[in-house]
């Protein structure tokens, strides 16, 4: 566990330097440089390219992870397990071509009526090819347990290129349709790095796979498991980004570009767990395979501790702090109306880290239909509420949304996996961690305003980050942070 965590936290380092640069575009360059509303545009064509990117691979991803294993071999093709994994997702994003291509004005609709959107959707669909490949990549490095390259890719250079494009923008050197060329082209350069890394570790050749391999039942049990992936990936996609499409749908793009910035904002307290689970997902299906519960009740313990305090860490920093930013952001008070988005998000981002390894554990165990069923539920209730609550509440109601069904969602799970596994992932040492939070809540709370943004945002982290690093160091609230801790210090005395 300390090997992935240490895994986990490395990645983690790379996605929140990707954050870092995501930061000063987000809340420095894109709103200086573009209107609401185009940023709306910008945020909704790159959601529109994942839903298709993850309708289009057909299951494959979620799928890379539990076969690997199986098709893993002495020779470096591994039985041509690349190949296969590529080929599946380039015909389901032909078949998408072709219905789109039939049913444009309606997909587009879908989405939002605004003639803006109509005009540059050709963009997102080309953007779907080039995150399909790099999905496929990013799941075969997991893999062999070399995620730094599309984490690089994915977090920095991308990031990097959206930047260098808003320059030429803004300096009207481009038009915004040339914006989106280059931006699309800078996906075309992130592909060939990736497969250029990918190419050194892996063996492109296609060679004689072994026919014992394709048998009848596991072909079987194969399109069984890829169209359940299939299905739970698209749901839980999509009830992650359907506040930024109903949004867009239900009112304008200036309200998604509202919107936007605050789920930016609230994103950050998600990071650790996200890379900690990509790096892990492959131990808790190998786990779950060889019937290891006594691991998997460890792991899912010890992650959930851990989040409660790095996430609640996160949450904290950004809530505290949040006026602040608003008031450091060009245009900050026209971004500021979203404040509350920060808050709900943000909570919600805050259970969902904390709860995340329910997810991993239900869709590679024999339950997996189970983990379906559930997001069927939160993707119902989610558009139900959101149906009501964004008409009355706007872009607060859909935030509220997303914390109240998502907060539903886990609680169910939990219980379902006690009933299944007999584990729960909360401990009495979860206790003294939830005091230590709200300890350093009063704590942060009492510290008054110095009316310098800036200067309120060093003091405030700073306070924060001594009291946590206290926590960790002298109360020992996690021996795994507490390891990461000795770790970097003796890395640092060297």
Known sequence: ???????????SLITYIGALIGAVSTIFILPYCFSPETIGLLRLLTEVSFIFAYISILGIAGSINKYYPIFKNKDSNDNNFFWWSLLIPLVGYVLLLFF????????????????????YFIFGVILTFFNIILIVFEAHFVTRYKIETPKFLKEIFLRLALIFVTFLFFKEFITLYQFFVIYVLAHLIAVLIAGYSFGK?????????????????????????MTFIFLSNLCYYTINRIDIFMISSLTNLSNTGLYSIGLFLAIIIEIPSRSLLQVLSINISEDIKNNNIAKLKDTYKRVTHNQILIAGFLFFLLWFNIDAIFDIMPNGDLYASSKYVVLFIGLSKLVDAITGVNFYILNYSKYYIMSLIFLLFLAASAISMNLFLIPKYGLVGAALTSFVSLSLYNILVIIYIKSKFKMLPFTKANLKALIFLIVIFCVLVLIPSTDIPVLDVVLRSTILFLLFLLGIIKLRL?????????????????
């Not at 004689?208 to 399109?223: L, Q, T």
């Not at 996690?478 to 060297?494: G, T």
């Open 100 to 119: 789109v291509s039939l049913n444009k004005d309606w997909v587009i609709s879908i989405f939002s009526d605004h003639a803006l959107f109509s005009e």
């Open 478 to 494: 996690s021996e795994d942070l507490f390891s990461i801790y000795l770790n970097l210090q003796s890395r640092f005395r060297k």
């Open 201 to 225: 570790i892996q063996s492109y050749a296609i060679k004689k796979a072994s026919p014992d391999i394709f048998s009848k039942g596991f072909v079987r049990e194969a399109m069984k498991f």
């Open 1 to 11: 566990m300390g090997i992935i965590i240490r895994q986990g936290f490395y990645n």
